[in-house]
């Protein structure tokens, strides 16, 4: 069994892959969720599965970047469910994790999958989808809304939170996800694409801090 864990927005989504590849999910949206929710729906699923956390082969988890708040109570989660106990515990990029829950056909396509962050500002990082395979075609950075509207192309594809923010030119064919494609699906989704196995990291929960991006970037850039 696999449960996977994604914090890092105001979306919390829970799920557990059991027996037989089914995936049962727990998700809801809204301010202050994660400390109320995440425990709660990661004992109702597991008791779903009359399962405890010694039965689970792996951990996954959304490292960032994203929300502080909603990165910080998951690491503390996952480090309360761990401790003592022998389970793997991977991570995966938070924004990766958006594009490889796109669904996606023999189209090749850029993918910008971002997130909310201050003033005039997005969380981004972009992918490149060729027909068969999915990459990262940057790093995850903090960057101004003007920046990134002025990148997009046809056929391109936003999915996150935020992208309404963006004032997208007329004309052109954008495909849009908000943060109902933000689910703890996607990382096992990733978790079960062999070509996607390789940007997993096996981390010491103990030491785990999440990639909070430091908003200081954008405190410290020249607005």
């Not at 990661?42 to 689970?56: F, G, H, K, S």
């Not at 996954?60 to 970047?65: A, C």
């Not at 027909?131 to 950075?141: I, N, R, T, V």
Request: hydrophobic residues 40%.
């Amino acid at each position: 069994m696999i449960l996977a864990i994604e914090t890092s927005t105001p979306v919390c989504s829970i799920a557990l892959e059991v027996t037989g590849g089914r995936i049962w999910e727990k998700r809801i949206e809204g301010h202050g969720v994660h400390s109320e929710r995440t425990f709660t729906f990661i004992e109702e699923l597991l008791d779903r599965a009359n399962a405890t956390i010694e039965d689970l082969d792996a951990i996954l988890f959304s490292g960032g970047p994203g929300s502080y708040t909603g990165l910080r109570i998951g690491a503390s989660a996952i480090k309360g469910l761990l401790f003592g106990r022998d389970v793997a515990f991977y991570t995966f990029p938070t924004l990766f994790s958006f594009a490889a829950g796109v669904e996606l056909d023999e189209t090749a396509r850029t993918i910008y999958s971002v997130i909310d962050a201050r003033r005039e500002h997005l969380y981004v990082q972009t992918f490149k989808w060729n027909g068969m395979k999915l990459k990262p075609a940057s790093d995850p950075e903090i960057a101004e809304i003007s920046e990134i509207e002025s990148q997009l192309s046809n056929g391109d594809t936003i999915i996150g939170t935020g992208w309404e923010r963006l004032d997208i030119q007329l004309g052109l064919k954008i495909s849009t996800v908000g943060p109902e494609g933000i689910s703890a699906n996607n990382l096992i989704k990733a978790w079960n694409q062999s070509y996607l196995k390789s940007y997993f990291t096996k981390t010491d929960a103990k030491l785990f801090e999440p990639n909070y991006l430091n908003m200081a970037q954008i405190n410290n850039s020249n607005l």
